[in-house]
């Protein structure tokens, strides 16, 4: 646009009335005003301001902001959906204590147009439930838990719906059937997105062969990709950090692929968990003493907190004005202070840890020699808990290096949350951070500032959280609390001088090998100029050479 | 935890009734039941799991993830409270076209304890906004235009206050007033966080100075911190990147620091535009449908979409069986798809791009040389606007190099979006990802794999935009859009060859230089080594080293 152009617009705009005072008798519009000598400048009030106030819908919000769910670009969008169907049949399939056996289905329908179709044979969602679990964001069961799960938010299904529909229009299909006893239910369902509410296009009883389970189809706009960052390698990354899942998998005009059950065991159940009190605050503490049915503080502390016990209770209560009989209701936010500076000195033993459920060294180092086989090394490392912001979590790092991996690149990072591949933003990742911060040239790797590692090393890092810290609502990536990195560091350190030693074994003798290579290699050459130059015989020639690799084989050894 | 331990503590829930046929007697409960020998496991069905769903607030979502908006660590939380409140005063001040004078103050209260003050002379806030402005997330008048805005979400402040009430149980504290007719209004506020609702605490008028301006006090947990990522460094770019703002800083216990208004003049201001057809899907079309007041299909896009004009608008209704005076209202999803067929076919001018207020060139190097003063070379870009989903931006690069800049360091980089500096999270920014992408050894510079380029050089990257695609809601980084990555690429490219010729001009004189010093320096050696191994004369040693001397000359200027 050229300028004169622009004034133009700024002209008309301009032609409205001229101050604010008159402005009120016709509200419906911001009054301009000049203020600069060229350009008209729409002024605005308190009073014009105030009319632009509006309340935002989540669905809106996530609709503009489509990216933070991980919908950014048209390859992710389609991966996103089939990761976020996958989280939840696997966690459905978890809760109910059944083995999980999946379809993932993505069918082409017109160009840049897929269907995505995820069927498990799960527990099934109760009919009434349906509409609200995959038409409404932030509506969810696992947001309210302490529990180790991969799904946390109540978000991530209806998100997926919601982008299909933004996209193509069309709503979101589910089958689901709870029991034998019961016929299966149908829905095709859209979000309101002004409201964040599901609106029931379809409902049916269908037929369906099984006793149980959930059919999730969306229709979207996306890429399929085929590769490092494709649906195959993530469902196969998925596979290998869920040994317990059978999985089949079929891509637009693909071949299906079938990765086999390698274990019938489920995973250690992890148990839910009430807070621990080291993670509690001041307003948190006020809000579940509002909330709480205990009637006396005593007996508050010991209910809705883990690890506190009668005499922990007391410990915190004493020296507040406060009684162990006081109502957690009548505790006004200046005790609540106290309270938790009483907390915060008070000896109170860490969290219960069933409510992780690590990977484990042995099924780790499984999984790597699955996944990276023909290295010349293998390490894993399975940290003790440990806890952030009162959440207990835990880490747990692999390692394949040399062997068939090439040497020269930088070290691929494999990042895992719940049992969950993380493939974006690794840049913003506390993994990543974690690996960057290890000194890696102590333990004989190179590595440029501000790089990953230069070795022919993979390393894969897991944490496993009852509330896993993402950096954003797609979960791509893990934010990057003290205490997190901190203990990836550790388990980073700990392989790392394992392998330190592999490495510095082999090493001595390759360097060995290497020098004297270089010496065959260039003093020849310097006796035959040498020759020219100075028209030496070559029995001359012969003694400058045997010198020159004497002196030097023996500055080597030095 | 020992092991036995855990067992007892399973053992315990197990005693509940034993299958799920019996649970349905007893609802309240899910029925564990043994399915592994060992360890009894919990067994949800869909019952048992429908009464888990629940909905869940916003505020209680960002409470559990609070760094989301940036509040993960008491440093940043510290920091981000600031950001909020002066992104907000200088947006109102230039909505409202006054030239912004704004105070920050952090008071120390006690231990890890601050109180944040933040006073603007901008158009105040009518009274009835107050609360839901300061106490409800998700409320704000900048989400629903597009025009370019510091905020846009509407999470913000009241996210800060939320922050402070969890930390500290205080409410947040706004004086405000909007002319000289009206007394200030003081409020005490706190957020609801259950229900996502302000609380007035206590609400009065109260004697106010200035005529018109709002003050802001927040207190909270947090840790002061100096240097590069503390809160005047902070301010210092925030200044720099707005040359219009008078701004007074009082850190605790320090002395007041008077960053000085450079320039009278406001920035250019950013109009607000429709939306670009371009950037439109099936689903938004849909909905713009059913809520626009147009009653013709035609006057719908002419009037609703920026750049439609009557033959635009009839090419897009073409042919697609529908007609121009068709009642938006009436179209169904398969028809919309066919217009946004159409309208990916129709050649629609670009978004206007007066909603875009850049930096500018020529002020972007007068930041540069206040703000790293004495380097040896200079250099501004600005680009031509472009879209993104529909979405005007426009990149700005600058870059200081050499000179006083220490030499082997990595590159410092300083990112900007609508002229708030971005401080955190750089490994997830688009402007770093950019700066990555860029083949920076061809301008002569070195950078070593996954790194930023090693050189003595800062690196400034400024996006304007009508709405900046960030990473999370803390806006501390910017989503990775090819288109913008695109231009920002494009903008490092030109300023980096330009910085490649000042450099090779520079370089080719050096190396000249130093390859000359390691000839001098190491033939006398090799000389000296032959006379003895050679048993040569002095004659004969000249002689060598001359010849040695002028044949790496002439190689090394080959």
Chains 1, 2 share one sequence.
């Not at 369906?208 to 959930?214: K, L, M, V």
């Not at 020269?408 to 969950?420: K, S, Y």
């Not at 609502?473 to 394992?498: F, H, N, P, T």
């Not at 020098?515 to 260039?522: F, T």
Request: charged share 30%; proline share 6%; net charge positive.
């Amino acid at each position: 646009m050229t300028p004169a152009k622009k004034k133009s617009v700024r002209k008309k705009k301009a032609t409205a009335k001229p101050t604010a005072k008159r402005k009120k008798a016709a509200p419906k519009k911001a009054a301009p005003k000049a203020t600069r000598k060229s350009a008209p400048r729409t002024i605005a009030t308190a009073d014009s301001m105030a009319r632009q106030q509006r309340e935002i819908s989540v669905s809106e919000f996530f609709t503009k902001n489509r990216h933070l769910l991980g919908f950014d670009s048209p390859t992710k969008a389609l991966l996103t959906t089939i990761k976020e169907a996958v989280d939840n049949s696997l966690d459905a399939c978890e809760e109910a204590g059944i083995l999980p056996d999946l379809t993932v289905e993505i069918k082409l329908i017109a160009e840049n147009r897929y269907k995505v179709i995820v069927q498990d044979n799960g527990p099934g969602i109760v009919r009434e439930q349906i509409p609200r679990i995959f038409g409404k964001l932030l509506y969810g069961s696992k947001f309210h838990r302490l529990r180790q799960s991969r799904g946390q938010q109540g978000i991530g299904i209806s998100a997926a719906g919601m982008y299909g529909q933004l996209t193509t229009g069309k709503p979101v299909e589910i089958e689901s059937r709870i029991n034998k006893r019961k016929p299966a239910q149908y829905f095709q369902l859209v979000i309101d997105t002004l409201k964040n509410e599901p609106v029931i296009k379809r409902e049916r009883e269908v037929e369906w062969d099984a006793a149980h389970g959930t059919r999730v189809s969306i229709e979207l706009e996306g890429t399929y990709k085929r590769g490092k960052h494709g649906v195959e390698a993530y469902l196969r990354q998925t596979a290998l950090a869920n040994p317990h899942v059978d999985l089949t998998y079929q891509g637009p005009g693909e071949e299906p692929v079938h990765f086999e059950r390698a274990s019938k065991d489920l995973p250690e159940e992890a148990l839910e968990i009430k807070p621990h009190p080291y993670g509690v605050e001041v307003g948190m503490l006020l809000r579940m003493m509002k909330e709480t049915k205990s009637r006396q503080l005593k007996g508050f502390f010991q209910s809705e907190f883990s690890r506190v016990g009668p005499k922990a209770a007391t410990s915190i209560i004493e020296g507040t004005g406060l009684q162990n009989t006081t109502s957690p209701r009548r505790v006004v936010p200046e005790k609540a202070e106290l309270l938790v500076k009483n907390i915060r000195k008070t000896r109170i033993p860490a969290p219960p840890t069933d409510c992780l459920s690590p990977i484990g060294e042995e099924r780790l180092l499984a999984s790597l020699r699955q996944q990276i086989p023909g290295a010349g090394y293998y390490e894993a490392v399975t940290r003790p808990p440990s806890v952030y912001r009162g959440n207990p979590f835990q880490i747990e790092v692999g390692l394949a290096y040399g062997g068939g991996i090439a040497g020269d690149e930088l070290t691929t990072l494999m990042r895992f949350a719940n049992r969950v591949p993380l493939q974006y933003q690794q840049g913003a990742c506390a993994t990543f951070k974690a690996v960057m911060a290890t000194n890696w040239r102590s333990y004989g790797i190179q590595q440029s500032r501000g790089a990953l590692p230069t070795a022919p090393m993979t390393l894969m890092v897991h944490i496993a959280s009852v509330w896993v810290p993402f950096t954003s609502e797609s979960k791509e990536a893990v934010a990057s609390y003290d205490e997190i990195i901190k203990e990836m560091k550790l388990a980073l350190q700990e392989s790392g001088r394992k392998l330190g030693r592999y490495i510095r074994r082999g090493q001595r003798e390759r360097d060995e090998a290497k020098k004297r290579a270089y010496i065959e290699k260039y003093i020849p050459h310097i006796g035959i100029a040498l020759q020219e130059i100075l028209g030496l015989s070559e029995a001359q020639e012969k003694k400058v050479v045997d010198t020159l690799t004497d002196t030097l084989e023996r500055s080597r050894k030095m």
